[in-house]
C-alpha cells in the first residue's frame, strides 16, 4: 500500500505537548542556521557564474523566450481557433521544454559569417 499522504497534510498534524516545546526550541535554533546556510548557497552561485557573461546571455535568452512565446501562442491560435493564450510568465518546466525543443531545431545563424547554419 503506497502512502499518499502529502507534506502539507503532515505539516497540519498537531504537535503533541510534550514535543512542542522541544520542536519550537528546535526550529528557532535552526533558523540562524538556515540563513548562514542559504548566504553561502549564493555566494556559491555567484562565484559560479561571475566572469563566464552569464548576466548578458541570461538577459538575451529570457528575450528570445518571450518572443518565442509569443510566436508560438499566435501559431496555436491559428491552429485552434478555440486555444486559450498561455502568458510566457511565470515560466515553468513545460513553457522551457517547448522552447528548448525550438533553440536545438531551428536554424542558426553562423557568427563568423552570414549563413544559416542547419543542424
Known amino acids: 500500500m503506497v502512502d499518499t499522504t502529502t507534506v502539507s497534510e503532515l505539516l497540519q498534524l498537531p504537535i503533541p505537548p510534550v514535543l512542542s516545546s522541544t ?27 561571475e566572469g563566464k557573461g552569464t548576466e548578458d546571455a541570461y538577459g538575451r535568452h529570457l528575450k528570445d523566450y518571450e ?11 491559428k491552429e485552434n481557433e478555440g486555444h486559450t493564450t498561455i502568458p510566457a510568465h511565470p515560466i515553468v518546466g513545460e513553457k522551457v521544454a517547448i522552447f528548448l525543443e525550438y533553440e536545438l531545431t531551428r536554424p542558426k545563424v553562423c557568427s563568423i559569417c552570414p549563413i544559416f547554419i542547419v543542424n
Open 67 to 77: 518572443a518565442f512565446w509569443d510566436r508560438f501562442q499566435c501559431e496555436q491560435l
Open 23 to 49: 520542536f519550537d526550541a528546535g526550529i528557532s535554533t535552526l533558523n540562524p542556521l538556515m540563513v548562514i546556510a542559504h548566504k553561502n548557497r549564493l555566494a556559491l552561485s555567484e562565484s559560479m557564474i
